[in-house]
């Protein structure tokens, strides 16, 4: 099966760094990926890894490390827009190849 | 580029009814997806469509829920009988081919149910 944690709850304030971690069993690795999600809105699609390091878009950056089954995503200079569930998702190859499981999701609140 | 498009966006029901869900994907997308988003959790896969051929219904009640995507293009998502557990997002989701490697899934707003 496949056992994915995350944080539930994050808060911060404005023009600080968070940074939501992850970390997950799984079999059959195929790619971590970080959605973001406004309340009431889809989730919409942020990074990805599938290889160990760390990739920056921007203000935003994702980190994997395989063998520790761990990713964490790097939230820099906080907006009041970044409040939101950050859901870590990850890839699974073989019989079950595009399907995603989703952990249950980190709430951030940006304070002023 | 127009996105996922999903209705309706809201759902009232009585419990024993049924109910039908739409999914428009992202045009050009092979495949497509039924994901259930219980308040609080994250989405977990009912059923995952490449094309008009079902690729993974494990996790679909097969007792209450049924899905189609006749022309592999536009899907429907059906429960019937409702129960009060059913309660929740119903999202769907569309990639280029299945999410992988440098393939990611778009999602649509969704269509929140509510059973009572």
């Known amino acids: 099966g496949q056992n994915i944690d995350q944080p539930t709850e994050m808060t911060a304030t404005e023009g600080a760094i968070v940074q939501i971690n992850c970390t997950y069993q799984t079999s059959g690795f195929n790619g971590l990926f970080w959605y973001q999600q406004h309340a009431g809105e889809a989730p919409t699609f942020l990074s990805y890894?599938?290889?160990?390091g760390l990739e920056e878009k921007g203000r935003f950056s994702s980190f994997l490390s395989r063998s520790k089954g761990y990713s964490y995503l790097l939230l820099k200079e906080l907006q009041m827009k970044d409040s939101a569930s950050y859901l870590c998702?990850?890839?699974?190859?073989?019989?079950?190849?595009?399907?995603?499981?989703f952990g249950r999701g980190t709430q951030l609140t940006v304070w002023p | 580029e127009a996105g996922v498009a999903q209705s309706p966006r809201y759902k009232i029901i009585e419990k024993r009814q049924s109910v039908a869900f739409w999914c428009n994907p992202i045009?050009?997308?092979?495949?497509l997806y039924w994901y259930q988003q219980i308040l609080g959790q994250g989405p977990k896969l009912l059923i995952q469509f490449q094309n008009n051929g079902v690729v993974d219904d494990s996790q679909l009640p097969k007792d209450r829920f049924s899905a189609e995507r006749l022309k592999g293009v536009d899907s429907t998502l059906k429960i019937q009988p409702a129960k009060l557990e059913d309660s929740a997002v119903y999202l769907c989701?569309?990639?280029?081919?299945?999410?992988?490697?440098?393939?990611?899934?778009?999602f649509g707003q969704g269509t929140r149910l509510t059973v009572v």
């Open positions: 989701a569309s990639s280029f081919r299945q999410t992988g490697v440098n393939t990611e899934a778009f």
């Open positions: 045009s050009g997308h092979a495949t």
């Open positions: 890894n599938v290889l160990d």
């Open positions: 998702a990850v890839g699974h190859r073989g019989s079950t190849l595009g399907r995603l499981y």
